[in-house]
């Protein structure tokens, strides 16, 4: 007898930039306010899309402070890398103790993908690690979905390319990609305000950074899992 997929509430965020040169306080700030907000809204899961960190040279008391801000969660967190915090040789992430924050971090580490599958929600979580950022980094590469009847959420760090654009950037995300995806929702990162490149019956959302307006207001994604009517996305600002 197979079981039904509960309603969900999932809070995700992108391109944080802990450890910025320009502004590290503006940042560690705003992501003390987004933990108060996956708080607030009883987020079941909080996704970071990729640069949670900003470079391979941030101070170690900034990188602590970042995960003793993830140590205060008690839910699942996602943890997806991108273009400013690639896994090579010099990775920042060789140097941040995520094991440290508690079992509830997950870190999607691997180049060819890889599914985090939290039983107890029926959600499963992909992602493709980014090791470089170049025009040969397909993030989407590999995806083949969930086959377990849980609620299926793809992470990617890109830059999203519509169906008549020339993909001529690094880490390319094709609407054409999108439209194919087998997943309840793309949460994406790396453009820096929040935007809907939703394709065909894939949902799929930028949050925007949360330390910056991108436009309008910093924020970040709070999205509903419904199973009688699938994804909604709802900005909810931050401020601080």
Known sequence: MSIDRPPL???????VHIGDEYDPKRRLAAFTSV???????SADA????????DNARVKQPD?????????????PVVI?????DVLDQTSIYQRVPLAGAGSH????????G????????RLSIWSRAMVEHSPQNK??????????GSWRIVMAHGHYVPADERVDRSSPILATEIASLTCDYLALGHWHRYLDVSSAATPAYYPGSPAEAGGSFASVNLVTLDPASGASVERIPIQF
Request: overall charge negative.
């Open 35 to 41: 933990v108060e907000a996956v708080k607030k809204q």
């Open 105 to 112: 971090i997950i870190f999607l580490s691997d180049p060819e």
């Open 80 to 84: 997806s890398n991108g273009n400013h």
């Open 114 to 121: 890889q599914h985090a599958v939290l039983e107890k929600l």
């Open 9 to 15: 509430r999932l809070l995700h965020t992108a391109d």
């Open 63 to 75: 990188i602590d402070a970042a995960v003793d801000l993830l140590a205060r969660l008690s839910i």
């Open 46 to 53: 909080f996704l970071i899309a990729g640069d949670l960190f």
């Open 139 to 148: 993030p989407l590469a590999g995806y083949s979905p969930d086959v377990s």
